[in-house]
T-cell receptor, first 116, second 108 residues
Framework: NAGVMQNPRHLVRRRGQEARLRCSPMKGHSHVYWYRQLPEEGLKFMVYLQKENIIDESGMPKERFSAEFPKEGPSILRIQQVVRGDSAAYFC??????????????FGPGTRLTVL | GQNIDQPTEMTATEGAIVQINCTYQTSGFNGLFWYQQHAGEAPTFLSYNVLDGLEEKGRFSSFLSRSKGYSYLLLKELQMKDSASYLCAVRGYSTLTFGKGTMLLVSP
């Protein structure tokens, strides 16, 4: 049973370019979460999605960032016109359901974005 | 709002016991998680507490006091491979709020 998959593992972009990060949840999981981890910082929640729906995007910057989780295919976090401050590790996690007791989130290996 | 505090770093020797504390103030509470994260890798689940008391799982135990907004992770019989960052996270309804993590260095 494959775990959460993310690609690419490493991504280098120049300022002003677009970055697309992909996340395939574990089999049977329909809930996806994106987190950002800056150097020396904790994981910061960005957005929570179910298939075709954004449930909570309270942690996502209002500009340049967007996320989707289509009916078919992986979840995508898109960062437009990247700036150096976007350099970070972006982790995706998935869970079988959203709320409820003991609903563990399983994390993917992350995508390390470097903006030159 | 959410605020989670844990020590930045701790050191211990192989074979010893170490306790990593976590205090939190949150607007909603549906459980507290501990994750382990090695450098450059994904966080991996260690434990979950939603009721007061101690949960034991092998060499690792986690304690929760909801009235005090306090948890700790206890690691026994430390091994070199336990050197990692330990993340305390509180769940609201469905999202997790993480502390900055405690970097544990285990020395021979």
């Amino acid at each position: 049973n494959a775990g959460v998959m993310q690609n690419p593992r490493h991504l280098v972009r120049r300022r002003g370019q677009e970055a697309r990060l992909r996340c395939s949840p574990m089999k049977g999981h329909s809930h996806v979460y994106w987190y950002r981890q800056l150097p020396e910082e904790g994981l910061k929640f960005m957005v929570y999605l179910q298939k075709e729906n954004i449930i909570d995007e309270s942690g996502m910057p209002k500009e340049r960032f967007s996320a989707e989780f289509p009916k078919e295919g992986p979840s995508i976090l898109r960062i437009q016109q990247v700036v150096r401050g976007d350099s970070a590790a972006y982790f995706c996690a998935s869970s079988p359901t959203g709320g409820g007791i003991n609903n563990e989130q399983f994390f993917g290996p992350g995508t390390r974005l470097t903006v030159l | 709002g959410q605020n989670i505090d844990q020590p930045t770093e701790m050191t211990a020797t192989e074979g010893a016991i170490v306790q990593i504390n976590c205090t939190y103030q949150t607007s909603g509470f549906n459980g507290l998680f501990w994750y382990q994260q090695h450098a450059g890798e994904a966080p991996t689940f260690l434990s979950y507490n939603v009721l007061d008391g101690l949960e034991e799982k092998g060499r690792f135990s986690s304690f929760l006091s909801r009235s005090k907004g306090y948890s700790y992770l206890l690691l026994k019989e430390l091994q070199m491979k336990d050197s990692a960052s330990y993340l305390c996270a509180v769940r609201g309804y469905s999202t997790l709020t993480f502390g900055k993590g405690t970097m544990l260095l285990v020395s021979p």
